[in-house]
């Protein structure tokens, strides 16, 4: 089983942990492919271990193969660089989001009919055991028919969140190619994600998004925004999405969802562990749905083994794209009132006064953020 790395710096260091800290012999990491790999944290141990580098795809596959293509890039990358690897008979596991664009999606999407090979997107809470076996509760009924799903994150970001790779973070569009970065489509696309993912009808499968109501704001300068807050319908059950990069203070993600029988709750900074509260007053304890965030990787490596789909494709993420794109057509972009943004010297990050406590009073209630 061969594999190649495309892109080995930021979020793709965990991606070099994970193949040099294997112990599969007949997996071969058999090349990187990163144009900037002299700025990689880990390109000291990938030379140590006689990992050949390129600059380019087309220069790997004029020399080696790969059975196996990981794609950590930038988004606007993920279609080219997909579909190229898909054409030199690689199968691929790409990292969320899918791409910007459904279009985009789509032409993905026909590459693997072309080819015959999959494309698997990775969201690492799809592959997690912990919300599989809670997606395989709520197909078979154990938890009731779904209610309502709600989800918050405060993750503030820095100027130099905003400041890597190549100028692309926070915009809209550069250079003519769509982008569509903000938190909801990158940084917190897996919460998103994953309440249309468990609402899919099949475990490989996402719900679709219907009505949407939705408020988008930015502190930073940005083109796109850093804060939003989304009431929408999938299946017809009512979900609420709130996260922000410009509040005060950090809270990472938590949710509750409703069910006839149970509320499954989760707080990352509160034992991080997903759990369903039974209205007789059980309770079923389905693990860290942060556990082995790599695992997405070896699924893969054992889907191929098996000939069998991964469980979250470029299809199973289409639905996520789709609502990120009526977003950018839909849901207008309002700056913070400017009386209110602060600058920390300290942390090097803009930041909204009372932008927090508005969060989770918005959290509480399901209502759009009132700015």
């Known amino acids: 089983m061969k594999i190649l790395l495309v892109g080995a710096g930021g979020y793709a260091s965990g991606y070099v942990k994970s193949l040099l800290g294997q112990t599969d012999s007949d997996v071969i990491w058999e090349g990187v492919v990163d144009p900037y790999f002299s700025s990689c944290d880990k390109k000291e141990d990938i030379a140590a271990a006689g990992i050949p580098v390129y600059s380019t795809m087309e220069d790997f596959y004029r020399e080696r193969q790969a059975d196996l293509a990981i794609i950590c890039t930038p988004p606007f990358l993920h279609r080219e660089q997909s579909i190229c690897a898909l054409s030199h008979g690689s199968y691929v596991l790409c990292e969320k989001p899918a791409a910007p664009t459904v279009e985009d999606v789509r032409a993905m999407l026909e590459a693997e009919k072309k080819y015959g090979k999959w494309i698997a997107i990775g969201y690492q809470w799809s592959f997690s055991r912990a919300i599989q076996d809670l997606k395989k ?73 219907s009505e949407i109501e939705a408020s988008c704001f930015r502190a930073n300068n940005i083109e796109n925004f850093d804060t939003c807050s989304i009431k929408m319908k999938a299946n017809g059950i009512p979900l609420y999405f709130i996260a922000s990069h410009a509040a005060k203070k950090k809270k990472n993600p938590e949710f509750i969802y409703q069910f006839e029988n149970a509320s499954v709750e989760f707080s990352q900074d509160e034992g991080a562990e997903i759990k369903a509260i039974f209205r007789d007053g059980t309770v079923k304890y389905y693990g860290d749905p942060f556990k082995n965030t790599f695992t997405k990787l070896w699924d893969c490596v054992d889907a191929i083994r098996e000939g069998i789909l991964p469980i979250c494709t470029a299809k199973t993420a289409l639905p996520h794209v789709k609502l990120i794109e009526r977003m950018y057509h839909e849901v207008p972009i309002h700056d913070f009132p400017n009386e209110l943004i602060r600058f920390d010297d300290e942390k090097q990050r803009f930041f909204v006064e009372g932008l927090y406590e508005k969060i989770y009073m918005a959290y509480n209630s399901e209502e759009l953020l009132p700015f």
Do not use: Q
């Open 137 to 209: 509760d709520i197909l078979s009924g154990v938890l009731g028919g779904p209610l309502s799903f709600k989800t918050a994150i405060s993750w503030p970001r820095d100027l130099a969140y905003y400041g890597r790779g190549t100028g692309w973070a926070g915009k809209i569009s550069k250079d003519g190619v769509i982008i569509l970065d903000s938190i909801a489509s990158n940084a917190c696309a897996h919460y998103l994600h994953n309440m249309l993912f468990l609402l899919g009808d099949r475990m490989d499968t996402s719900a679709e998004v």
